[in-house]
């Protein structure tokens, strides 16, 4: 069989290459360019403990020394420090703990000493903010009814940015223990060009991926067993594949060949960025400062901490189109160290800085007949600390599985289908909920803007958004996906919601192999676990053949679809002997309370969109 062809080979298009690779899916990556990228240390990439974890089971290696993770957050309004989140353990898994204090600097700049502790107040939507998971009357100008459209975009590097002023961690701040929630999780920073050369050395070790360069599509035509694509150059090149993916970006070739809209917003947010290595007085912490108390700071500035005593800072720029000159940058730079130093401005070495502007679309459609769009291609977004990349990285982990589903064994529409209704939905979402969150966190909201409280809201819901929580950055939950099965009596309430991620409990193989739950995604396979305590401490050669391991390993063997039992003393929320039943990609399709091999068989046809079914034809586009 054909191919998979990947138009686009930046970190989402390589990433679903090395993800149809783990699931012995060849692909050929068709790149635009030399696939050769000079570094650019002030563009930057911030990955979700869920994004990290997909790409190191992609093989996605790094060496030491060229990512950080955060030891915390601070969030500073004027000269008052909001709220303090530490990461005890940085990565997937560790418990966090959350600092508030409602006193301000004592001594003016650089002064120490915290007083008294604040209010508690816990991370989440503050009391007189909208919702914004709720859907308004009106959903912006995505393409939903009554909206507006914009034509044009220009890819956009991510914003970024936190650290700390000198003198916010003074004694007697108010704690509170942080579960293991996925705000509380220390994030990962690094340069975009080591991520992508870390991908590439990935993709060479894979004889499934072929990686072609200086190949520029433009035509694309369709049929019922496939896609063929031609590329422009000195030796124009026809390619045949069973399906295609656009991930070539904001100003997608594959988008336009389709016919596909992208509407949406322009010139969300602006940012000056700058890459610099200095030493400042909160290592390793990362920090949003909102109206620092110096001339030229703005509405609000981040840094976050990189490598090797490099920081990353970003100055939020006014709505108009002011000219940032490097003159101005500098001194934007000088103000801001100073302010966070004590009033003098430290050593420092100016690596690397740029203006990037933040742009807000959804692409109408996500897939036509062989055809999808994923990463930029189908989506813009990034203001309010939200990251593009990890919403790229959530559909090629998304669609990896269903196109292996249908190049193994056929699939079906709904399969396919689901891919936009998942992932579109899930984006949509979090466009929605920064659009809400933008007039009240930007000057807007009115006198409610005034109210009691407003300003730590304001800080919890821009946490949300640097860190991946709430409404503004969780990893989605696809509780109405079409895969989803229908309810029955026997299933049960977990701790883990139909249609969201689980948790990354300790698991056994029948081979007796110990791993995490989250080492055996994307590979295939449906994942069944049983709850069983006790089997810890076992002999597996035991367990393994007592009580219902046999029946359910035999309900295992006759699913529709491949599947792999494994087995956990416990789960949240979960009693003995409950089943789980786990999409490839990580996600929940239902729990049982037993074993139940009708119902589990049933919910893995639902899970696979039922049987294959045939793929209309399409028509041939093209670019001369």
Known sequence: MDPVIIVGAGPVGLALALALAAQDVPSVVLDEGTGEDGPRPARTVVLRPDTADFLGRLGCTTSP?????????????????????????PGWGAAGSVEHSGRGLAGGPGGRGMGAPGA??????????????????????????????????????????????????????????????????SPVHLPQHVLT???????????????????????VEQDRNGVTV????????WWRGSHLVGCDGARSTVRKLLGIRF????????????????????????????????????????ARPLPDDVWRIDWLLPPRAELVTPEALVARVRAALAGWCGGETPPYELIDTGVYTLHHRLARRWRVGRAFLAGDAAHLLGALGTQELDEGLRDADNLAWKLAQAWHHGASDPLLDSYQTERRTAVAARLRAADQSLPILRGGGGLRAYLPGRARGHDALLADGHLGSGALGAPPVYAHSPLAPPRTPSQTAVGTGAGAPVADVRVTAPDGTAVRLRERL?????????????????????????GVMPRL????????????????????????HTVLLVRPDGHLVAAFNGVRPAELYEAADAARGGAATAVPEESTADVN
């Open 65 to 89: 020394g060229e990512t950080a993770r955060w030891a915390a957050w601070r969030s500073i309004r004027r000269s008052q420090q909001m709220q303090r989140i530490v990461f005890d353990e």
């Open 120 to 185: 508690s107040g816990a991370r989440g939507g503050p009391d007189g903010l909208p919702d914004p998971a709720t859907p308004s009357g009106s959903s912006g100008p995505y393409g939903f009814p009554g909206s507006e459209e914009a034509d044009g975009a220009d890819g956009a590097g991510q914003a970024g940015g936190a650290g700390e002023a000198n003198g916010f961690d003074g004694p007697d701040l108010a704690e509170r223990s942080g579960g293991p929630g996925p705000g509380e999780l």
């Open 197 to 219: 050369r870390a991908l590439r050395a990935a993709v060479a070790t894979r004889e499934q991926v072929k990686l072609v360069t200086g190949s520029r599509v433009d035509t």
């Open 230 to 237: 031609h590329t422009a150059g000195p030796q124009g090149t």
């Open 263 to 302: 509407p949406g917003r322009t010139a969300v947010e602006r940012h000056a960025v700058a890459a610099l290595r200095a030493e400042l007085p909160w290592p390793g912490e990362a920090l949003l400062h909102r109206l620092p108390p110096w001339r030229t700071g703005g509405e609000e500035v981040t």
């Open 522 to 546: 994307g590979r295939g396979r449906l994942l069944v676990v049983l709850i069983a305590p006790g089997t810890g401490v076992w002999d597996r050669r035991h367990w393994v053949k007592a």
């Open 553 to 576: 390993a035999a309900a295992v063997s006759a699913l529709p679809v491949r599947g792999e039992l494994l087995v956990a003393e416990t789960y949240p929320g979960a009693s003995a």
